[in-house]
């Protein structure tokens, strides 16, 4: 027994040797002293002193360590919200002075001589002397109206540094949106604009902040695509994405940040993606000896449907919508068995949204008819409203009635969810995030049959997704009832579906729909008509999309097996 250690291990009644967990420090020295190796220790996420970044005030958020920028590749970060993501890339691009954990300023002299040794030492002293240029997509593309004026070919040309505005407008599908005014884009669109605003410029550094948000999955290969194509080896790219996929194709190296959201943040060291977003998935961080979630994530290929004897809960003849000669939707006949989950899959502009707020009841078909009449229907719309004067807790509870006190709603909606640290915040103050789970709760909370879900992954970080897929599941599980979601993470889509619808056609043009599908047949025609292949993770189950042009994508293209 080594110096020290005598006040930590001692006996018990029982006359065992034991760990004082009070006084253990996790040094790891009765670990490695051990002849046996029967004693094995884990620390729980905690702050690592010494190596403080930036303190927001006395009591405020403290961020631990930095990743490092590389050239000639994009790293990625990955992690809940409320650790320190966009702090991170705030920090990198010049924008926030780290303050290195105290109250007052430090002098650039002494920020450069903390990082002494490292790669960061560099990056921190050309960002004093202004000798790094930067192109940072920013998180808030809801703002790009408020400061910038004019139609997108105008924006475009103004940040052109490159002279490939043209090759951008084609590869990030902004063609026929050049001549209209920024105040008149949609979401996709305005931040598809201020992707390809980022990319045209000349800079040593890119920032990407969650440039997924808005976007379909036809749209994010777009964007990622774009983002590859700025990369030479004088360059380096920063990237803070929540859409596993994505990530996953975008990133060569990945850090990981955890810790107390809205506390502290730590960022790891650098793992290549693969490795990086499996150690996330895990919760277990081996470098730094760490649980910081206590189960691990797996996923499992949906295949065949199991058969059921349910009646069908919704049916549905062959429908049409028009909408002044300038969109029509046409919808093939189908029924949705209680019980399951439906995923609608397609672009932005296809009908989706419109299919869904027929069944709600909110729009009627030009032709054709929905069947089943007297079901209840609640519906949580794609573009979230907080104008209600009051509290979570009172809207909650107005919205479930009893139902709010039972132990259900308060184990699998408000707990999963975890919204028992907003029950007291006025809705009309929630971040996007915070005002998605509640507009979940509020729909799950409702007594209906059809629960009608319109992207409830928008603005929710990873754990969020597949906690929100999994109230959404636990909620029609065993009892005559359905869902219906309009997704386009490709993980949370998997994790909720069982059967699949997928929409086809020229969006904003013509739509049409075919389902409910097999989940393996409806993937397959959905990512084919993406353009992409998936392969299987062996360690986590994940789907990852393959490299166009790899040998795994030229070998399922060839089989026709989009979805392995």
Known sequence: MKSGQEDTIKLNEEGLLVIDED??????????VCPFGAISIVNLPAPVVGEDIHRYGRNGFVLYRLPIPRKAAIVGLIGPNGVGKTTVLRILSGALKPNLGRLDEPSWDEIIERFRGSELQ????????????VSMKPERIDLIPKVAKGTVSKILRRADQTGKVDEMVELLGLDGLEDREVAQLSGGELQRLAVGVACLKDADLYVFDEPSNYLDIYQRMSVARAIRSIIREDRSVLLAEHDLAML??????????????DVYGVVSFPHSSRDGI???LDGYLPEDNVRFRDYSIKFVKK??????????????????KKYDESFRLDVEEGEIVAGEVVVALGPNGIGKTTFVRILAGELSPDSGDVLTSGLKVAYK???LRSDYEGTVEDLLRTVAGSFYSSSYFKTEVLHRLRLTGLLDRRVDELSGGALQRVAIAITLARDADIYLLDEPSAFLDVEMRLAAAKAIKRRIEGESKAAIIVEHDLLMAESLADRVIVFRGDPGIHGSAKGPLEVSKGMNKFLKD?????????STGRPRVNKPGSKMDQLARSSGVYYA
């Open 23 to 32: 006084l253990c420090t996790g040094c790891g020295i009765c670990v490695r």
């Open 248 to 261: 996953d194709y975008l990133s060569d190296y990945v850090h990981i940040i955890y810790g107390l959201p």
């Open 303 to 320: 295949g065949a449907a199991k058969p059921t004897e349910r009646s069908p809960l919704v049916v549905y003849t062959n429908l049409t």
């Open 278 to 280: 499996n150690i996330f």
């Open 381 to 383: 719309p794609q573009y």
């Open 530 to 538: 993406v353009g992409i292949t998936i392969r299987r993770d062996p």
């Open 122 to 133: 560099d990056h921190f002293k050309k960002i004093s002397e202004r000798g790094i240029t």
